[in-house]
């Protein structure tokens, strides 16, 4: 069965600090896509970024970029220059083919002033 | 564009009502899907349907229904509502193959639903 591990329930950070927000995965299958989302006190939910089991390079979009490792079946979301504005629950989500979506319990993510 | 539009934004429902969750998506995606989401459980997939005219369970089926009569809508039908029913539910959507897929899950704003 996949599952996807968020061991993290919450996290501080000072402003303008890294923060690294860790997932684990569990899948049998070869080829899967690794997806981060945030969800602001808002409610709604944003696609950060996303990682295919088969890229090479860890991907990056803007300050957020995600730390692969394959081989530990880790997909962790790396933060930099933290701003007030991240404050926000960060899920971790995969999909492989012909499966459905599984998400994480997500990381409360707290950015101090 | 709107891309999800989920309805209504709240309710509060009494047991053993029935109540319809509408999502409507204007992106022409192939796949939808209900989740409910509750504090420290994360998302969990109630429904979903690759294409117009299919549905399937996902995690949590029992106690609601969907229907894909076309591709844009997807409504979510709690029949005889229960507390434990209490959560805010999301529909989103996805490219499928064919439609330049990147597998992204777009999200609706959310529906928090309360069954007294």
């Known amino acids: 069965a996949q599952k996807i591990t968020q061991t993290q329930p919450g996290m501080f950070v000072q402003e303008k600090e890294a923060v690294t927000l860790d997932c684990t995965y569990d899948?049998?299958?070869?080829?899967?896509?690794l997806f981060w989302y945030k969800q602001p006190s808002s409610g709604e939910m944003i696609f950060l970024i996303y990682?295919?089991?088969?890229?090479?390079q860890n991907a990056t979009e803007g300050r957020y970029s995600l730390n692969f490792q394959k081989a530990r079946k880790s997909a962790n979301l790396v933060i930099s220059a933290s701003q007030l504005g991240d404050s926000a629950m960060y899920f971790c989500?995969?999909?492989?083919?012909?499966?459905?979506?599984?998400f994480g319990p997500g990381t409360r993510l707290s950015v101090l002033p | 564009t709107a891309g999800i539009t989920q309805a209504p934004t709240s309710q509060i429902l009494a047991a053993g009502r029935s109540m319809t969750l509408r999502c409507t998506q204007d992106?022409?995606?192939?796949?939808m899907y209900w989740y409910r989401q509750d504090l420290g459980l994360g998302l969990r997939l109630i429904h979903y349907?690759?294409?117009?005219?299919?549905?399937g369970k996902g995690e949590v089926p029992d106690g609601y229904s969907v229907s894909r009569a076309n591709t844009d809508d997807f409504p979510l039908t709690l029949a005889s509502a229960v507390p434990s029913q209490t959560s805010v539910y999301f529909c989103a959507s996805m490219k499928v193959a064919g439609q330049g897929a990147t597998g992204e899950l777009f999200f609706g704003e959310g529906s928090r639903l309360t069954v007294l």
């Open positions: 992106m022409r995606h192939n796949a």
């Open positions: 989500a995969m999909k492989s083919y012909g499966q459905n979506f599984v």
């Open positions: 899948t049998s299958d070869p080829s899967y896509g």
């Open positions: 349907s690759n294409t117009a005219g299919t549905t």
């Open positions: 990682q295919g089991s088969y890229d090479q």
